[in-house]
């Protein structure tokens, strides 16, 4: 791949491949087992990146898996444009997959069978009964598209193999089989050839079926319910999602509380967070250095009976609020009727004519200059463009449902990163604005997107800006913004090899100089050729051992009499092995190394010139089925990451926090966490309401005094509260010592995270409430404490790793506590402060059980 995957997406796509060994292996040996893999990740997070890794890994192979080359993808949606889209996602993600082996079924596609080793994109209308083009034979077709599949299937079985994309839509059967359950299942099909002439060909099931899906119900029912097929789930995990920073950390939904009309204010207000919004990420750009800088889009979804008049008002709204949207161009349509929109805009108090141009969805993410793309329905399906951050929805609280949707289809990060800087957190958010929607029908928005959500985003209903309280001594800020946070590396290395060529690459392209004249990209390598070198001159006559018997293949001649047909005798014979034999070798020895590994170490014998190709060949796969090869390259490649940390830890500290960032990554060691200071930012954005969700009504949220940051007028905070957490708030602000309190956020880089294993998953703790106190002697004192409900399963590993956390910074805390209200309703407290070893976090991480838990904290622990 192009790039490294984010932790999930490579697990995601390592399990489909495995999963693909075993439902071929089960088709072989039983025709009549027919397998569904349905891939499940939520929308935002990288399904097509996914299915490029497991196009890739499926053609060429893996470290743990053969590739398979002869094998055929057909790659079904209902939408030309997605497909589309999805062919230049694969170009992009893949650095192995070319554009000569997507192919997508045009009209002039006319063959018995499909290519192996290609992916056909087709979408199914093709072949619907009014398609004559793709179905209908005669003159200018000699095979029906439906005889394509059918034959395929007959010849390849299990080299064939269906991926269906968004596979929940056309699943479910209605009065009679939809077209892609008759490709999924097979069927009888009148295959029409002209003069109202027909014939029927019968077309065997699919036996391997690949679903995507956010929401893949539909499809898993549909394929539980085939005859003679299984289905196997392949789940992306959420939290992993979440933390990968794929997508938006919040979505903050706004309405007028006013009975009064409020179009044209609220397109103001929107106009103005664009704005904002750009500033910001010029603004990120210059203090990060980094060279992306993306252009944030206004999306307005218009009623369906919308006039051209009306959208002649949208856009002098548009025109008048910033003089972004003066260009001809920077404003677009997307409606389904695909003529220009002919208005008058009004500019310097002159009336200008206007063309609001038609764009295509899958365009709109290249189109720099679009500022803004009034649209219907059309976006809400299969749309994928990140810069999208900001919506107005014009349309009534009947049509709640579909605004929904559109939310989830504009939650995705434009840099496929989480924002980490404080000062720039409103990046990480979305903003809706819902003019025609009173209380009562927002909460029907909100509820219906909690409701159908595939991913768990936090929805703040009219959030306003929280200020730094006046009343907050300096010196609680100072304290806070010592604290160390804890963040798992969103990438995840799948080797040291791939650590340390990373590292080199990073340290090339930020122009730090070699010691010894060369760049830390030919040292990485050169590291990499010797470590391997060195095995092989330990592991010599072992190795040459191996390389000479792949030399050869081996294999026994037998005869026959050819009367009695008896066995008369075998001769064991020899045959040089061929080329291509050798050149699949080759191909295995690069599976099995990381990285370009098997590459660089076969180029330099070429370079050395003391053997010939195949002898070059046979060595390369000997030390690469070696384990004392794999060992090594991680032992020495870590030992290397680690020296370059400690020379160039002065100098990485200096550069800008996105570089920081990357070389912070790298320099953790596989599977643990990068640690970095807490920084607040002057404000933060805080929901004042709250949705119901056992009444369904929106509420206005409490108010609080003593929280960091504030209302400015009121020097309160807006937050809403458990019964456990409200007690500990209450004990806190009892105390006449208290100076402040922070209410920790979940997510977001002014929150503090701890990172904790839970079922070798990585993840993160928020641990709830930070207090600052008067120590009595001028000094602030720090307090953080965390009620958790114990009966929950992630109780015992979140505690454990909290403490280990604070044992591991405990200076920087008076008292660390974690909460519990116990079977007899009281509240208990375990000190986690004050710990010097880690016997504690082990008994936390055996207590799994309520019960277990409850135990523990009458053992060690006291009243709060």
């Not at 967070?273 to 500033?279: I, K």
């Not at 120590?775 to 409900?789: I, K, M, T, Y």
């Amino acid at each position: 791949m192009k790039f490294t995957l984010a932790d999930y997406q490579t697990e995601v796509a390592d399990e489909t491949l495995t999963e693909l060994g075993f439902a071929t292996q089960r088709h072989q040996a039983n025709p009549g087992r027919k397998t569904a893999i349905g891939i499940s990740a939520p929308t935002g997070a990288g399904k097509t990146v996914i299915a490029s890794a497991v196009l890739e890994g499926l053609f060429f192979g893996t470290q743990t898996t053969e590739p398979r080359p002869e094998t055929t993808v057909l790659w079904l949606t209902d939408d030309a444009e997605l497909n589309e889209q999805s062919r230049k996602k694969i170009l992009a993600s893949s650095d192995r997959i070319n554009m000569n082996m997507l192919r997508t079924v045009e009209s002039d596609f006319d063959q018995a069978e499909f290519t192996p080793g290609l992916v056909y994109f087709l979408n199914v209308q093709k072949l619907g009964t009014g398609a004559k083009r793709h179905i209908q034979t005669g003159d200018a077709r000699r095979y029906s598209l439906w005889e394509t599949i059918g034959n395929t299937i007959k010849q390849r079985g299990n080299s064939f193999i269906v991926l269906v994309d968004e596979a929940h839509r056309g699943a479910t059967e209605k009065t009679r089989p939809t077209i892609l359950r008759r490709i999924l299942d097979g069927a009888t099909i009148e295959v029409p050839s002209g003069s109202n002439l027909s014939r029927t060909i019968i077309n065997p099931p699919v036996p391997i079926v690949i679903g995507l899906s956010a929401t893949p119900k539909k499809f898993e029912d549909a394929m539980r319910g085939a005859a003679g097929r299984s289905l196997v789930q392949v789940t992306a995990d959420v939290q992993k999602v979440r933390a990968s920073g794929l997508i938006k950390e919040r979505i903050n939904v706004s309405y007028a509380v006013d009975d009064q009309p409020s179009d044209d204010t609220l397109i103001r207000q929107a106009v103005a967070d664009l704005d904002r919004s750009d500033r910001q990420w010029q603004q990120w750009a210059r203090t990060t250095g980094s060279s992306a800088d993306p252009v944030p889009l206004l999306a307005i979804q218009v009623p369906d009976l919308i006039n051209d008049a009306k959208i002649g008002e949208i856009v002098q709204t548009l025109t008048d609020a910033s003089e972004s949207f003066n260009d001809a161009d920077s404003v677009a349509h997307s409606f389904g009727e695909h003529a220009p929109i002919h208005t008058t805009t009004k500019l310097s108090g002159v009336d200008m004519p206007r063309v609001i141009q038609y764009i295509a969805p899958t365009s709109i993410s290249q189109s720099g200059n679009l500022r803004a793309v009034i649209f219907k329905q059309s976006l809400t399906t299969g749309w994928d463009c990140p810069r999208a951050e900001v919506m107005v929805s014009l349309r009534t609280a009947q049509e709640h449902t579909q605004i929904a949707q559109l939310i989830g289809r504009m939650v995705r990060n434009p840099l496929a990163k989480k924002i980490e800087e404080p000062e720039f957190d409103d990046l990480n958010a979305v903003d809706l604005y819902l003019p025609h929607f009173n209380k009562t029908e927002v909460a029907m928005v909100v509820k219906s997107f909690m409701d159908s959500a595939d991913i768990d985003i936090p929805i703040q209903i009219n959030p306003q800006r929280m200020e730094r309280n006046p009343e907050i001594p300096q010196t609680v800020w100072e304290a806070l913004n010592g604290l160390t946070r804890e963040q798992k590396p969103v990438r995840r290395f799948s080797s040291n090899v791939n650590r340390l060529v990373r590292l080199g690459t990073l340290l090339d392209n930020a122009d730090f100089e070699h010691p010894g004249g060369l760049s830390y990209t030919e040292e990485s390598r050169n590291a990499v050729v010797e470590t391997l070198d060195s095995v092989y001159r330990q592991n010599k006559v072992a190795i040459d051992r191996t390389a000479a018997s792949l030399l050869e293949v081996s294999f026994e001649m037998a005869t026959f009499d050819q009367h009695s047909g008896a066995e008369t005798g075998t001769v064991a014979r020899t045959a040089a092995t061929s080329q291509k034999n050798l050149r699949q070798l080759m191909d295995e020895a690069k599976r099995r190394l990381p990285d370009a590994a098997a590459a660089w170490y076969s180029t330099s014998l070429v370079i050395a010139g003391d053997l010939e190709w195949d002898e070059i060949i046979v060595r390369t796969v000997a030390l690469a089925r070696s384990t004392e090869a794999k060992e090594a390259l991680e032992i020495g490649c870590s030992a290397r990451v680690e020296s370059w940390r400690r020379n160039t830890a002065g100098a990485v500290a200096r550069l800008n926090p996105t570089q920081r960032q990357d070389f912070e990554s790298i320099f953790a060691p596989i599977g643990s966490a990068v640690a970095t200071h807490l920084k607040m930012p002057p404000t933060i954005s805080q929901k004042t309401q709250v949705l119901n969700k056992e009444t369904g009504e929106i509420e206005s949220l409490p108010l609080y005094p003593g929280h960091l940051y504030t209302l400015p007028e009121t020097n309160l905070f807006p937050d809403k509260f458990t019964g456990w957490e409200q007690s500990v708030i209450t004990a806190e602000q009892a105390s006449d010592t208290l100076l402040g309190w922070y209410r920790n956020p979940t997510g977001g880089g002014h929150s503090l995270s701890v990172h904790y294993l839970d079922s070798d998953a990585s993840k993160a703790l928020y641990p709830d409430f930070i207090f600052f106190h008067d120590d009595g002697e001028g000094g602030v004192a720090v307090d953080l404490v965390d009620p958790h409900n114990h009966s929950l399963a992630d109780a015992a590993p979140k505690w454990s790793a909290l403490a280990r956390y604070v044992r591991e910074h405990d200076a920087d805390f008076r008292r660390a506590s974690i909460v519990i209200k116990d079977s007899a309703d009281e509240l208990l407290a375990i000190q986690l402060s004050g710990q010097s070893d880690d016997r504690l976090e082990l008994r936390l991480a055996e207590s799994t059980s309520k019960e277990s838990m409850e135990q523990l904290f009458r053992e060690v622990g006291g009243i709060y």
